[in-house]
């Protein structure tokens, strides 16, 4: 595969209620002229999920009554499996926190539930320290991901050699690059909860990730799993900034800010480039779907959905 030439034309074919309901109709509906699907012989499909809050049940309440639920999220994921088995499953963090489930379990419970899920990889929120660094550390057993954070230095701490700064997918042969970037732990944790672990420069860092995903990987599709949050009023680094300051990213997909959004912001980066950034705001309410498809050398990316679960 050559380095990607174009990402383009995406949109979203908008939010399906109900779990496992969706839609296929964007290449039917022209919303992808560039693409012919017979000869995009390749397709890699992108789910994700972000700031899910330790929300196991539907949501009780509210506007979003009913919506939600590990039960209906796994039907649903399983559903986008069987009709493409190269898909990729990732979590953008904040798994932790927010329902009586992780006062009681700690984490346990929904860190089980990802691995039945068949999640790939995760990175880590701010609230994933909320019952400490040990306690983070005490839940990675039950995980069959990996959890994916490449600006938290963990030297000296109980979690030093228990993440990966990057991972490296192969589905049908092409090649997936995973990096995340976590946001800045002083003022939103207390220091005691995560410890020695030392804050990196997430846009330093992003580049170098991509140097090693792109030169030495030869990933063909870079992501990263942000939890820098979606965009902000000041010079605080985002999602949109990160995307425009760096070059080489295919696709930032976040979390922090909840913010729902019901398709991606196509961002120029500092290369003239377009960068797609989503997210898909909280509780597990929505799960995001991106569409790549590997035609004739190129890249091109469409087809987002957001599932309402």
């Known amino acids: 595969m050559e380095r990607r030439k174009f990402i383009r034309n995406t949109s979203a074919a908008g939010i399906i209620a109900g779990a496992g309901l969706w839609s296929n109709t964007a290449l039917a509906a022209g919303l992808f002229s560039d693409i012919d699907e017979k000869e995009a012989y390749k397709k890699i499909t992108i789910l994700h999920t972000n700031d899910t809050h330790s929300h196991i049940e539907p949501i009780n309440g509210g506007r979003d009554d009913g919506k939600g639920g590990v039960a209906r999220r796994a039907a649903l994921i399983k559903k986008v499996r069987n009709e493409n088995p190269n898909t990729i499953l990732l979590d953008c963090g904040d798994i932790f ?48 991901f990996d959890f994916v954070i490449s600006n938290y230095d963990f030297s000296n701490t109980i979690m030093e050699g228990q993440t990966k700064p990057y991972k490296v997918m192969v589905k049908d042969g092409v090649r997936i690059g995973l990096f995340g970037l976590g946001i800045q732990l002083e003022g939103l944790v207390a220091p005691k909860m995560y410890k020695e672990t030392e804050y990196l420069d997430p846009l330093m860092i992003a580049q170098d990730m991509v140097i090693a995903l792109r030169e030495k990987e030869q990933c063909d599709i870079v992501i990263c799993m942000s939890h820098l949050g979606y965009k902000y009023g000041s010079d605080k680094i985002s999602d949109i900034a990160l995307a425009q300051q760096t070059s080489g990213i295919d696709l930032i997909i976040g979390g922090h800010t909840h913010t729902f959004l019901e398709q991606p912001d196509l961002v120029t980066n500092a290369t003239g480039e377009i960068v797609m950034v989503n997210q898909v705001g909280c509780y597990g309410i929505n799960v995001g779907r991106i569409d790549f498809y590997m035609n004739k050398g190129e890249l091109a990316a469409g087809e987002k959905v957001v599932y309402e679960v």
Not at 101 to 123: P, R, V
Not at 127 to 136: P, S, T, W
């Open 97 to 144: 926190q927010g329902t009586p489930y992780f006062n009681f379990y700690g984490g346990e419970l929904e860190i089980k539930l990802m691995s039945m899920m068949g999640y790939d990889a995760a990175t880590i929120g701010n609230h994933d320290f909320d019952a400490g660094i040990d306690g983070l550390y005490k839940q990675l057993p039950h995980a069959n």
